[in-house]
DNA sequence: TCAAAAGTGTTCCTTCTACACCCATGT
DNA sequence: ACATGGGTGTAGAAGGAACACTTTTGA
């Protein structure tokens, strides 16, 4: 079969994806290098047989050379590209910081976050738009567990919410919000770590994630939730 | 320039729109009749030159005959069409009733929520999710206002809420709540109306609409507001 | 004078915020 | 004994939920 092409073609799908890593320089994202101080946010095209979550998922692993821990689609630009149209469906991942650092990825670099220079307004606003619902998400979800080991200190998940927000918290009530919040199991192991008192270990309750809240597919689930707000509770009667 | 098409082409690009309104009989869908009790959401592809908004906006205006007062993009879903690959970005709309029924547009018709029998699997979750976000955005923006006339009472405001959420609220912390939030006008006006006291009339106060509120391209503005979930005020010095 | 919708306050309870000191350990 | 990070409680403020009667009008 053959087609030919007029001036304008069908817009092609385009996928982009913003990797979250939390190490010691604080939150960075996955990016190309390319131009000094000029970087590209990771992106390809969806196989014709690939569904777009999958396709997504296969770019980072293969850029970044491991599985990501949480993948949620964000939102869908449509623009030209070369004056073509194109649509690209962007995701935001997020991966557990690996002590396998030895083997980095060829072709990608690890960027704090405040430091990565984007020339495509594109890349610009899916960046942009990832740290947003990043945050927001901190706020409501268990997402920050996924940019943690399985096995973690309060004081460490405090640091990781920290570096997400990028302003500090209060540590007697993120304490209080986190155990109250029943996602927490306390282990009964220590971690012994300096010259002080050691902590006591934690890892997520429940493998019911809530972090994909609110995005379909799996948003149903959830909605009784978001139509609780502006209710009281005699009204549901 | 010439293609050469493989057994699989590449995915299209699909625009599906859910225009929800608020009539007498309450919330209803406007979808595109066919078998009996079968209907389908109104769909379309964009045109090579066309952004994905302005796209959906042509569809949704083409269609019921009349501009949208709200548009949002909803979720991107990837899936096959009688074995090709294509891929759905999904919108949400708000229109005002209008008087005019007489221009009852052909080809559509207006089908209470509850009512909608969709036999897509996409289309159903479409919809289901575009009713998931209009619910939760109640909440917490002025989304309801685009579904009432520019001028209009405190009690038909509740009635919008009542219609969208599907349960009753309470009249007084509704008022209050709406009040306080400082988006109405109270206008000078009342409005007679039936063998009762008369009703006072409100608009919206603001232009700057908060109904987009943590979507792309305008989430920017308020992102400020998202990451302060889950601080304190001294958090942020 | 009655019916029908408009309008209006208070109490209780839960949740949020601010804030400072003692504890366990290693050197 | 001291330095280091781990761990804990409380009081005040703000916000959310429940709840019932009076007002104004037209018929």
Avoid at 162 to 190: C, T, W, Y
């Amino acid at each position: 079969m053959v087609i030919v092409k007029t001036t304008a073609s069908p817009p092609l799908v385009r996928i982009s994806a913003v990797p979250f890593r939390l190490g010691r320089a604080g939150l960075s994202v996955a990016v190309h290098p390319g131009q000094p101080d000029e970087q590209r946010l990771l992106a390809g095209a969806p196989g014709p047989d690939e569904w777009l979550d999958s396709a997504a998922r296969r770019i980072v692993r293969e850029r970044i050379g491991w599985d990501e821990q949480y993948l949620e689609q964000l939102y869908t630009f449509g623009h030209a590209t070369d004056g073509n149209a194109s649509v690209t469906v962007s995701y935001l991942a997020l991966v557990r910081d690996q002590d396998r650092h030895d083997q980095e990825s060829p072709g990608i670099a690890w960027v704090a976050v405040h430091d990565v220079t984007l020339p495509s307004d594109v890349d610009r606003q899916v960046l942009e738009y990832a740290l947003i619902r990043l945050r927001a998400k901190l706020g409501y979800t268990n997402i920050a567990f996924h940019l943690l080991p399985p096995r973690f200190t309060l004081s460490e998940l405090q640091l990781a919410y920290q570096a997400v927000l990028g302003h500090p918290v209060d540590k007697r009530n993120f304490r209080r919000r986190m155990i109250a919040s029943g996602i927490l199991d306390q282990l009964d192991e220590k971690r012994r770590d300096g010259s002080h008192r050691p902590a006591a270990l934690y890892r997520f309750a429940s493998r019911d994630d809530h972090a994909a809240y609110l995005t379909p597919p799996w948003a149903a689930e959830h909605a009784e939730n978001a139509s609780e707000l502006l209710t009281s509770r005699s009204d549901r009667a």
